[in-house]
């Protein structure tokens, strides 16, 4: 990706997204450490780069895993009524297991 400082084009680094990246993620969920809230706004924000070319998939063999992780988190936060997530622990921990074991 090419922008502008001072008025030079420069190239700026791809961000790589791993495999190791997403299960922490979904870990962090899991033990509490990050809420639902906090999970969806980093999906968010990696689906923002990725619609700006600005990611890169690794390993590429498994983007289809890696985007529906991405994607999964991105919604995690959905709620049915105030404070009762359509999502719960358990689910998250169902969709881990699908995608990573």
Known sequence: MYGLIFGVQVRFGDMKI???MIKEKFTDLLSEKI???EASV???EIMFKD??????FEPNED???LF??????????????PN??????????IKFD???D
């Open 63 to 65: 983007i289809s895993k």
């Open 68 to 81: 529906s992780g991405i994607t999964y988190l991105l919604g995690v936060n959905l709620e049915i009524s």
């Open 84 to 93: 009762k997530y359509l999502h719960t622990l358990e689910d998250v921990q």
């Open 42 to 44: 980093w999906a968010s």
């Open 51 to 56: 619609e700006h070319d600005e990611i890169e």
């Open 35 to 37: 809420t639902f809230e």
């Open 18 to 20: 791993t495999k190791q």
């Open 98 to 100: 699908q995608l990573f």
